[in-house]
């Protein structure tokens, strides 16, 4: 379903406090590991978006009970040897960590599984994740020998890899360290770029032993994951929107309390110091399994800055609301090393520079990125989400400090990651 959404914004500023729904990446794992232990899992402040859910149905599916009560979740496994093979299709919607993460889970099982997802999954490149898998041993087969959805793997025992990312993703080396759970021998990854690593803390928190240095992870076969309790901190990646709608719109002052900092996620608020940003963040408890912080921001005037190198993998979810943010910064912003962007739920580049473009931004897209200079007064203007969360949501800040109305496309992909999104906005407008 989709439905457009005029909004209606004139001379508004943003005041207040709120407190951003669950991490993403965090949520989808909570249940994963969850229903990887054996015993009960308990996860407060769940993300209720549409990706975690897919990954909900994914498990029901395969026989583990999971109860869902507000932003709480309980999930009760007799451990991923009691799982039943799946009578239907396991449909991961929208969901790129879902399909990925997976991937890897099911290969070390005895099950056969199909997995499919939405029109934006069945584009999305998933011989990244099955290549490594297949060195493994994992059978996995699907269009264009395993690059597209509709997917079917046969689990199959595996033996562990040592293995170089040729790519900066979370998602792979996740299904990688997943898979080798099951694997016999010592599972080793290496990154040349350190991409988030909620994979590794929480395989931690559930009592598995890993290494993580320098950039390698090393971890062995065989370990058993001891059920716990995963206290979700909110997500840095939805605050983005409000950190960068209260840097540019007139007379704003937000705060956000429980943003989750891993540092392996915290590149926006980086670029927001970078810029000049008047924003001051509080780690509540650096020792925490993710460490969380209350983030004030408000507007001031912003500089232009060069984002590059190994920032991008810590920010990469955050490029589209950094490219609005670029429009209102004095100079010129350049965006590099990004060409991940183009494999994300709709390639990014083009669509950012499209969408900006229509509302007088003076951006142009590059190879691996973009290129903005600012500032400039934007305009209103019919823009399109492509289907993507993150597109819309940059464009419902822009309608923020738009001198017209902005009219998006599709409304209701937001609720992807964020589904109080419009909420949150009309609780800190002041008219
Ligand atoms: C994610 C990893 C990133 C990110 C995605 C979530 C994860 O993708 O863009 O939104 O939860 O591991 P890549 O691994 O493709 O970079």
């Not at 249940?31 to 402040?45: N, Q």
């Not at 931690?204 to 032993?209: K, P, S």
């Not at 060409?339 to 007088?360: P, Y």
Request: include cysteine.
């Amino acid at each position: 379903m989709s439905s457009a959404k005029k909004l209606d914004y004139k001379n508004v500023s943003l005041q207040g406090t709120i407190t951003v729904p669950g991490d993403k990446s965090i949520s989808h794992r909570s249940v994963m590991f969850g229903s990887i232990a054996k015993g009960k899992t308990t996860v407060s402040g769940f993300l209720l978006g549409d990706d975690c859910l897919s990954t909900i149905d994914c498990f029901r599916k395969l026989g583990v009970e999971i109860e869902v009560d507000g932003t709480n979740v309980t999930i009760n496994s007799a451990g991923m040897d009691s799982w039943e093979e799946p009578k239907e299709v396991l449909y991961t919607g929208n969901s790129g960590t879902t399909t990925r993460l997976m991937l890897g889970i099911l290969s070390g099982t005895k099950l056969h599984t199909v997995m499919t997802g939405d029109a934006s999954i069945g584009r999305r490149p998933m011989r990244r994740v099955a290549d490594p898998l297949r060195l493994m041993g994992a059978k996995i087969s699907g269009r264009d020998n395993g690059q597209f959805t509709p997917l079917a793997i046969q689990g199959t025992q595996l033996t562990a890899i040592d293995y170089t990312m040729p790519v900066a993703s979370a998602q792979v080396k996740s299904a990688i360290l997943l898979a080798g759970l099951r694997a016999e021998g010592t599972t080793i990854v290496r990154e040349q770029e350190v991409s988030r690593d909620h994979t590794e803390r929480m395989l931690r928190q559930f009592g598995a032993i890993i290494d993580v240095q320098d950039g390698v992870v090393s971890f062995k076969g065989g370990q058993q994951l001891k059920a716990t309790h995963v206290d979700v901190p909110g997500d840095i990646s939805s605050a983005a929107f409000f950190l960068v709608a209260g840097a540019i719109v007139p007379n704003s002052s937000i705060e956000m309390k429980n943003v989750g900092v891993n540092p392996t996620r915290a590149g926006i608020i980086e670029v927001l110091e970078k810029m000049g940003a008047d924003m001051s963040v509080q780690v509540e408890d650096e020792n925490a399994s993710e460490p969380t912080a209350t983030i004030s921001i408000k507007s001031s005037q912003l500089q232009a800055i060069t984002i590059e190198g190994d920032i991008i993998p810590r920010l990469i979810d955050e490029i589209p609301i950094i490219a609005l943010l670029a429009t209102q910064a004095e100079g010129t912003t350049v965006i590099r090393n990004a060409e991940e962007l183009k494999v994300k739920e709709t390639d990014r580049i083009t669509a950012v520079v499209t969408e900006l473009k229509k509302l007088g931004a003076n951006i142009e897209a590059t190879n691996d990125g973009m290129i903005i200079q600012g500032p400039t007064n934007l305009r209103g203007a019919n823009l399109k989400t492509y289907g993507d969360h993150r597109i819309g949501m940059m464009s419902a800040i822009a309608a923020l400090i738009s001198s017209s109305p902005i009219e998006i496309d599709d409304a209701e992909c937001i609720a992807v990651s964020y589904p109080t999104f419009f909420e949150h906005v009309e609780e800190l407008l002041i008219k």
